[in-house]
T-cell receptor, first 109, second 113 residues
């Protein structure tokens, strides 16, 4: 079992829909990251969370430390949001990010 | 400020050869992490360098080695290349080592034939 699990693995949405991507982890962490990866490889850091909730534009990320769970929400989705969204946790005992396998999101016009 | 850059962008090698990949960190960042991303998979941590010292390593054999220079740029060296080393290699820089936001380079796509 992976230390970081994401769901769903693939998601197709219509433009304008509200999207939720989930991340569960099984290790103790000091921080959780949400990343976006476009075709071709470039990765952009969206959020770093250690508690609560953060919002940036149409993106909202939440984390529940007790339940070891985080969600990434996209409001009013747009085709340019199509990408792979990756959850990664920073384990406090190691100096490394542990990545989920990603959620492939396709937003259709 | 300049972002994270990597070179080369693409590379083709044959089994048994050696390769060096390079990464220039974002201005002011003293930590560089390297990741391997196989097709369809999430990135896997190779190692991290903080102020020129290795500061954590993932489950990669010793033929994966690295360096960080005084200007905080970094190299990833892979010896005795194997077919399974074909992947996208990403570096990311950050300020400090404790889970700070990492800024990723565009990656180097390595194909081993």
């Amino acid at each position: 079992k992976n230390e970081v699990e994401q769901s769903p693995q693939n998601l197709t949405a219509q433009e304008g829909e509200f999207i939720t991507i989930n991340c569960s982890y099984s290790v103790g962490i000091s921080a959780l990251h949400w990343l976006q990866q476009h075709p071709g490889g470039g990765i952009v850091s969206l959020f770093m969370l250690s508690s609560g909730k953060k919002k940036h534009g149409r993106l909202i990320a939440t984390i529940n430390i007790q339940e070891k769970h985080s969600s990434l929400h996209i409001t009013a989705s747009h085709p340019r949001d199509s990408a792979v969204y990756i959850c990664a946790v920073y384990g406090g005992a190691t100096n490394k990010l542990i990545f989920g396998t990603g959620t492939l999101l396709a937003v259709q016009p | 400020e300049t972002g994270v850059t990597q070179s080369p962008t693409h590379l083709i090698k044959t089994r048994g050869q050696q390769v060096t990949l390079r990464c220039s960190s974002q201005s002011g960042h003293n930590t560089v992490s390297w990741y391997q991303q196989a097709l369809g998979q999430g990135p896997q941590f190779i190692f991290q360098y903080y102020r020129e010292e290795e500061n954590g390593r993932g489950n990669f054999p010793p033929r994966f080695s690295g360096l960080q220079f005084p200007n905080y740029s970094s190299e990833l060296n892979v010896n005795a290349l194997e077919l399974d080393d074909s992947a996208l290699y990403l570096c990311a820089s950050s300020l400090g080592q404790a889970g700070e936001t990492q800024y990723f380079g565009p990656g180097t796509r390595l194909l081993v034939l």
